[in-house]
């Protein structure tokens, strides 16, 4: 089997996700994001089971369209599936497209799939609360000098390394 | 100056959407590259052994950063016309302390954990479910929040603004820390290894 | 022995280089005596900007007097024209951001012998919540909904987005229902 290829210098491929973020500022008017696409998923999914639930409720609302047209019509939806399509061919590339679980040298399955569950739970209310995640909030709000982004940017990198100690057995 | 184009009305909604689909590719292809599609890579970031976020991240920002404000400069992107996300002082703050729990919990992102899963790693997907439970969660408390999330409204400011310093004070400022950063960070991981 | 330039080094120069320029490169936004020789993003024009595009002659400009036929007499500017532009018989609406400048506006209209002059109540928001969202209740009346048909068919018309939701939901602000319809954030 063909060994996976080395990563991309993490300058570099920051550099491109950078061009990326400043072509959509200049072809959009708008930066990057993905946890919004998610709060549009949550929603027409919630209303497509109960419509009377999100029918008079903000948070759903918001996600919402008026039912002529598919809330997934969005343009958050097609670019986080875009991000999915390109992280495939990125990995095909590089020989890197590989089914298995990426965890610590002492961690179980089962735990590191009950970490990622419930650190995907409290990230998606954290980035709900801040109205947004590291895509939205901290490379699009941070490019532009925005005072909330970079507060959410340094309460998230110091609340990882507050937090760090407590997760040490799954990663190292 | 006619740019950004769709706020001058060059293309429509339509065709703003094939416009997302390929930035997404584009984004998600670069964050695999990086590594950033892997969990236990994203994870060394809070044990200073794999820096890889910050690099990727800083660099980003940087060049972001630098690029609009130069295209602005040169008349080719009117800046008022880019969208400023607005700030809400506590929100931003404790939502970023909660979302960076999560993080080092999960060790990955919701933009890197589209890429782990199409990468074909299970706690991608898993990681997906769980953001999806926590927005879930968020909204149907949402009565209870609600006063936290509208509070502190500062509106839209940047930081140049808030500091009463020129816009291009704080890029420059911003490019030494990241500079500064980039060099502690070679350190660090030179020891770990 | 000379250092070889590295990837990392040519970006870090890069960056520090466009990042210093950036320290005395002054704001990115227009400068002020750009707004002062040109119109702004919101269409407004300093006097300058009139004074000079009737110098150059500026080919197809009017430049309007909103003002009353007396003020009018007294002063205004050189090759303004009255309200009295627009003709007896046509129709014309004015609108604003709100109604208030509107009414005036078409007051002055009519002021002016033109009978049909309309402003548009409620302003440019009205637009948005009345053609781009209008809304039915659910318990509405027969009538309503007989009338519902034609508000949704011209709210179609113009890529509007006719929706039953409760009367609790329609009741939002016209402003949020502005900001939803332009939503560019992860936020509501």
Redesign the interface.
Known sequence: MKRPQPYMNPYLSGVGIGLVLLLAFVIMGRGLGASGALSTVVATGVSAVAPQHTADNLPYEAYLSDGTVSPLKDWLVFEIVGIALGGLLSALLARRFRPGIDKGPRASNRSRLLYAFGGGTIMGLGAKLARGCTSGQALTGGALLSVGSWLFITGAFAAGYLAAPLFRREWT | MSAPFYEFGLFGQEASLLVALAIGVAFGFFLERGGLGNARKLAGQFYLTDLAVLKVMFSAIVTAMLGLFWLSQLGLVDLSRVYLLPTYVAPHSIGGVVFGVGFVMGGLCPGTSCVAASSGRLDGVVLLGGMLFGILLFNEAFPLVRGLYYSTDLGQVTIAQLVGLPYGVLVFAVVVVALGSFVVAERIEARAR | MTRPVT??GA??TA??V???A?????????EMSDRVWAPA?DGSVSALVVAQWLRERKTGLRVVDLRGPEEYEQFHLPRAEPLRAFEPGETVVVYGADSLEARLAAQRLRDAGIDTAYYLADGVAAWFTDVLNPTLSPDASPGERAAWERVAELS?YFGG??????R??AQRSTAEVMR?TM??????
């Open positions: 990837v990392n970006l870090a960056a520090f466009l990042g210093l950036a320290l005395v490169a002054g704001s990115p936004y227009r993003p179609r987005l006719p929706r039953i939701v409760s609790g939901a939803r939503r560019r954030g992860c936020a509501f």
